[in-house]
């Protein structure tokens, strides 16, 4: 089965597709990360697992959330789908769960069997969850890139949560206490200036045997992970040995999240707190509303 998910920038701004139904079951929502995800999903209990043939809303992974948003029948107008939700199966199955349920229109097990039935379906997508998602995924990679121009090599990226709960970019490596507490103020002045400079976000897609350590990132990676040698012919997206590449801030990593065009569109991204722990550096942001 082949499924389209959110694979470069410019489908960021794709909210509106057309798919058809595989199949249509009864099953729990996967566990939420968020309270507000989880909450949501608690209300559709027992849950409806929905797959499509072919899907724009990006699953939850990277560090990031899930699309949310709903998918409605065209013949029935009426019959629409909450999602709450998104999954996609780990390993070369490109199967996407959508989690959600139909609201106080509960269908019974004979309802379920034909709206599973091949039918066409429009899916959209909550455009404003989707562009906060993409900034506050921006938005940690320009951070890492801000960490570097600080000087700061001895900090090494190792992953990032962008949600939208208190979203943090988790740092191998230790700095003296006096560098610590100027830390914030010293990232939020060069994080404005690398906004105010602007650029276009870049993506590309490279074979997996050109990445030293197999290409095992995914959301802000260590330098083990950068490209050890560039390739002749790009790659498609679908291709099977593709690896995404996101640039951002000058900061090349492997990342399937969804992103902002240029960097100017995060308009403000503030560093809140540093936290340390054993070894690590904990660096805490938020982004402006829009």
């Known amino acids: 089965m082949f499924v389209l998910i959110i694979t470069d920038v410019v489908d960021i701004d794709r909210f509106v597709a057309n798919a058809r139904v595989v199949s249509l079951s009864r099953r ?3 566990a939420s ?5 989880a909450s949501a999903a608690s209300s559709s209990s027992p849950g409806l697992d929905l797959v499509l043939d072919e899907t724009i809303m990006h699953p939850q992974g990277g560090g990031q959330p899930s699309d949310v ?3 409605q029948w065209d013949a029935q107008p009426e019959r629409r ?4 939700d998104v999954r996609a199966d780990k390993g070369a199955a490109a199967v996407v769960h959508h989690y959600g349920s139909f609201g106080s229109q509960d269908l019974d097990d004979a309802a379920l069997a034909t709206a599973s039935a091949g039918a066409p379906v429009t899916i959209h997508v909550d455009e404003s969850k989707r562009r906060l998602h993409a900034r506050l ?3 940690g990679h320009l951070l890492d890139s801000a960490v570097r121009n600080l000087g700061h090599t001895g900090l090494v990226p190792s992953k990032g949560y962008h949600f939208p709960d208190g979203p943090n970019v ?3 490596g230790e700095l003296e206490q006096t560098v610590r507490d100027g830390l914030p103020a010293a990232l939020n002045i060069e994080l404005q200036r690398l906004i105010a400079t602007g650029g276009d976000v870049q993506v590309k897609y490279v074979p997996t045997s050109t990445l030293e350590g197999g290409g095992s990132g995914h959301s802000l990676a260590a330098p083990s992970a950068v490209p050890a040698q560039e390739t002749s012919e790009p790659l498609r997206y679908d291709s099977p040995d593709a690896v995404r590449m996101v640039n951002i801030g000058g900061v090349e990593c492997p990342c ?3 992103h902002v065009k240029s960097i100017g569109d995060l308009q403000n991204v503030k560093v809140t707190k540093v936290k340390r722990a054993k070894g690590t550096l904990k660096v805490y942001y ?3 509303p829009m």
């Open 170 to 172: 988790e740092y191998l």
């Open 81 to 84: 789908f909450t999602v709450v």
């Open 69 to 71: 948003g709903f998918i």
């Open 286 to 288: 938020e982004v402006s």
């Open 137 to 139: 995924h921006s938005a």
């Open 33 to 37: 990360t968020t309270q507000a995800a």
């Open 256 to 258: 399937g999240g969804t």
């Open 28 to 30: 729990a929502p996967a």
